[in-house]
């Protein structure tokens, strides 16, 4: 914004004291902010063929008057006047309540403009608005802004025009002619004086679009720009080892890798041997395997003389991985240890000594992992599992815990990448798109509660071909108890059911650690059977021969939270099943059933739980710590997105862009914001 645009309103002919109080009630003290204030809706004036119009679509039709009006009076003083409309070949019925003085008004072949809502069976409009005479020629599309009393919606269109008759030749426009060009996007004057005074709604259309790319490349901009001054000023961890260790360790898996295993794997191996810090977010869906990722990058870490950990959100996952590291590290000398809080007393004090003094390589644990007292000799490597679950607090004392680790944090979550993007542009993303060969889709099904009997053979079919099962009770968020004794209602009445046959198992957040351990040992030995469980399994759990996957009362979670458990079977080569039991009573909680059933994609899953309950929700309750645009929506225009970002990042590693004047415009703007001179982003 350029010093014009800098004055305050007043400089605007016809803006008093009085108005300027007015207009700073809502945000607007400076002739570039009231110029670039969009209306929230436009109201569509622009006439219609009525045969091309929908029934109940708000309409604008003007014609003349061919009945004598008619009124009708019912209740205390409520009206209805209705007359004819001749408009070109159409003889309409035109409606009107409350308004019965009109029709004094409304002479036989007189021209009315009528705005309404358009009923197509009855041939009639419900009009909202009338006007004598006829619709003006340019009175397409009028904005509506959000006010606050005393301005209305008429007179911040004045106030607009005004604005834009003295200033709207002084807006500059940051950016390039050259990215306009390659884009085809209006120049800044046009995109605003469309934005406040559309001809049409393709007008308005690429004035959006224009405003929308604007604001995204400056956001992107500033995250690259911001990224890059916290990379140059931090001196990482420049991990530096045995390319033939690693490739012996690689060699000597169970299974050949994924290509995308692969080539995510060479992504974190090139952060950690550059001496800046890593700082990277590991997506892959359920079951592309991670775990797999996270021990080469851990056994790199140790390669080259640093200490590892690994930090889980529960118990159950720390143990479980713990144990698969175990059998991948089996063949080297790399020593690990399991850190939770049920590790007490001299065990404790032993492993954080051993922690202290780096005879223990790698460390796997739950928060007990950033406790005070754990220290490390060596930490060259921190990575985080479900990072949902941990706050950036908990992040932060991990990191601290070393001088500036590589930092990887890994999600199962699919954050559709849109919303990767922008919530965590300060991060590099790497992503697991493809699953290990062999595995077949989980098949889903829906079922209604009173269906519970066939579900109950279908999981025996699949118990004797020896396989396993869980059943996941209903969920009570405000109660933990009653979650625990659905639990043990369900599993008894399983027992009931399998007596004698086979073994069932139940697993509830009261267990105790030990109890735990003990249930998800003989769980992934095969000899529980069925699991009845709350959601404690959600995350991470990991027992290949489980082939069944039943959650009651589905409707009561979330699609993430539905496609997470789902995750726990089809991780093996045999076919696996997931059955919904749910009776939802909503339209969207009966097509979030349909959803489950028709894909197993997690990232499409993830767009689509957007799309039915709005980013916050999809995070859980909490926000979901998106950044809020003025024009563009970062789910909706994620293709504008995109494109803002790969040219963001392309412009920062240009000389050009730091020097030449044709990014002077963008330039200023990241200095404004302050982001040049390393402050945090808001
Ligand atoms: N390339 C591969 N080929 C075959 N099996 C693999 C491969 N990579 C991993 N696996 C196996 O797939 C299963 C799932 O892997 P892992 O537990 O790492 O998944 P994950 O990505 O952590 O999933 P989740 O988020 O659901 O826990 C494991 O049994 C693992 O041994």
């Given at each position: 914004m350029n010093e014009t645009m800098q004055q305050p309103v007043t400089a605007v002919k016809g803006i008093g004291e009085e108005t300027a109080a007015a207009l700073a009630d809502i945000g607007i003290t400076t002739v570039g902010d009231l110029l670039m204030y969009a209306p929230y809706r436009y109201d569509d004036y622009e006439q219609k063929d009525l045969a091309a119009a929908r029934h109940e679509e708000k309409v604008t039709v003007e014609g003349k008057v061919h009945s004598a009006p008619l009124v009708t009076y019912y209740g205390k003083k409520k009206s209805r006047l209705s007359f004819r409309l001749l408009s070109g070949r159409y003889l309409i019925t035109v409606v009107c309540f409350n308004r019965p003085y009109l029709k004094e008004k409304l002479a036989f072949n007189e021209t009315v403009t009528v705005i309404g809502k358009w009923d197509r069976h009855r041939q009639a409009i419900n009009a909202y608005e009338l006007r004598f005479g006829a619709a003006p020629e340019t009175a397409g599309i009028e904005p509506v802004y959000s006010v606050r009393s005393p301005l209305t919606v008429k007179t911040m269109r004045r106030l607009m025009k005004a604005a834009f008759a003295q200033f709207g030749a002084h807006i500059p426009d940051p950016l390039p002619p050259a990215l306009r060009r390659a884009y085809r996007l209006v120049d800044k004057?046009?995109?605003?004086?469309?934005?406040?005074?559309?001809?049409?709604?393709?007008?308005?259309?690429?004035?959006?679009?224009?405003?929308?790319?604007?604001?995204?490349?400056?956001?992107?901009?500033?995250?690259?720009?911001?990224?890059?001054?916290?990379?140059?000023?931090?001196?990482?961890?420049?991990?530096?080892?045995?390319?033939?260790?690693?490739?012996?360790?690689?060699?000597?898996?169970?299974?050949?890798?994924?290509?995308?295993?692969?080539?995510?794997?060479?992504?974190?191996?090139?952060?950690?041997?550059?001496?800046?810090?890593?700082?990277?977010?590991?997506?892959?869906?359920?079951?592309?395997?991670?775990?797999?990722?996270?021990?080469?990058?851990?056994?790199?870490?140790?390669?080259?003389?640093?200490?590892?950990?690994?930090?889980?959100?529960?118990?159950?996952?720390?143990?479980?991985?713990?144990?698969?590291?175990?059998?991948?590290?089996?063949?080297?000398?790399?020593?690990?240890?399991?850190?939770?809080?049920?590790?007490?007393?001299?065990?404790?004090?032993?492993?954080?000594?051993?922690?202290?003094?780096?005879?223990?390589?790698?460390?796997?644990?739950?928060?007990?992992?950033?406790?005070?007292?754990?220290?490390?000799?060596?930490?060259?490597?921190?990575?985080?599992?479900?990072?949902?679950?941990?706050?950036?607090?908990?992040?932060?004392?991990?990191?601290?815990?070393?001088?500036?680790?590589?930092?990887?944090?890994?999600?199962?979550?699919?954050?559709?990448?849109?919303?990767?993007?922008?919530?965590?542009?300060?991060?590099?993303?790497?992503?697991?798109?493809?699953?290990?060969?062999?595995?077949?889709?989980?098949?889903?099904?829906?079922?209604?509660?009173?269906?519970?009997?066939?579900?109950?053979?279908?999981?025996?079919?699949?118990?004797?071909?020896?396989?396993?099962?869980?059943?996941?009770?209903?969920?009570?968020?405000?109660?933990?108890?009653?979650?625990?004794?659905?639990?043990?209602?369900?599993?008894?009445?399983?027992?009931?059911?399998?007596?004698?046959?086979?073994?069932?198992?139940?697993?509830?957040?009261?267990?105790?650690?030990?109890?735990?351990?003990?249930?998800?040992?003989a769980f992934s030995e095969n000899r529980i059977h069925v699991l009845v469980s709350t959601t404690v399994v959600e995350v991470g759990v990991n027992v290949p021969n489980a082939t069944v996957m039943v959650i009651y009362d589905a409707e009561r979670f979330g699609l993430a939270q539905l496609h997470q458990l789902r995750g726990r079977v089809g991780r093996g080569d045999a076919q696996s099943y997931c059955i919904l039991i749910a009776d939802p009573k909503s339209e969207v909680g009966k097509e979030r059933m349909r959803i489950m059933t028709e894909t197993t994609d997690g990232f499409v899953l993830a767009e689509k739980d957007l799309e039915l309950r709005g980013p916050g929700d999809f995070f859980g309750t909490k926000q979901s710590g998106l950044p809020e645009f003025q024009f563009g929506d970062p789910v909706h225009d994620y293709r504008i997105l995109e494109v803002a970002r790969r040219d963001a990042a392309k412009l920062v590693s240009t000389t050009a862009f730091w020097s030449d004047e044709a990014y002077a415009g963008l330039r200023a703007e990241l200095e404004a914001s302050g982001v040049l001179d390393g402050e945090k982003l808001d």
């Open positions: 004057q046009e995109a605003v004086r469309a934005l406040h005074f559309p001809r049409s709604r393709e007008e308005l259309h690429q004035a959006r679009r224009r405003l929308v790319y604007e604001e995204f490349l400056l956001y992107q901009l500033k995250m690259q720009a911001f990224r890059r001054i916290v990379r140059d000023g931090q001196h990482g961890v420049a991990h530096s080892f045995s390319e033939e260790r690693l490739a012996a360790f690689l060699s000597a898996l169970p299974f050949s890798l994924t290509n995308a295993q692969r080539r995510v794997i060479k992504e974190i191996l090139a952060d950690m041997r550059a001496p800046r810090q890593m700082n990277r977010l590991l997506q892959g869906d359920v079951g592309s395997g991670k775990t797999v990722v996270a021990a080469v990058a851990l056994y790199a870490a140790v390669l080259s003389g640093f200490q590892g950990a690994l930090m889980v959100p529960t118990e159950i996952l720390a143990e479980q991985h713990a144990r698969s590291l175990a059998d991948l590290f089996a063949g080297t000398d790399v020593t690990l240890a399991l850190l939770t809080s049920s590790v007490k007393g001299k065990r404790r004090k032993e492993l954080l000594a051993e922690l202290e003094e780096g005879a223990i390589d790698i460390v796997i644990g739950t928060h007990a992992l950033i406790q005070e007292g754990v220290q490390f000799r060596r930490l060259g490597l921190a990575i985080t599992d479900e990072q949902h679950r941990f706050g950036v607090e908990q992040r932060r004392i991990l990191r601290e815990k070393g001088h500036a680790p590589d930092v990887l944090m890994m999600t199962a979550t699919p954050i559709p990448r849109t919303l990767a993007i922008t919530a965590f542009g300060d991060m590099d993303v790497s992503v697991l798109d493809e699953m290990p060969a062999g595995r077949k889709k989980v098949e889903t099904y829906w079922v209604k509660h009173h269906q519970f009997a066939r579900v109950l053979d279908f999981i025996e079919k699949e118990l004797r071909r020896g396989h396993q099962a869980y059943v996941i009770c209903p969920l009570i968020e405000e109660s933990e108890k009653l979650d625990v004794q659905n639990a043990i209602d369900v599993h008894s009445q399983l027992v009931h059911y399998y007596r004698g046959k086979y073994e069932i198992g139940l697993m509830h957040g009261r267990l105790s650690a030990d109890e735990k351990e003990a249930v998800m040992r």
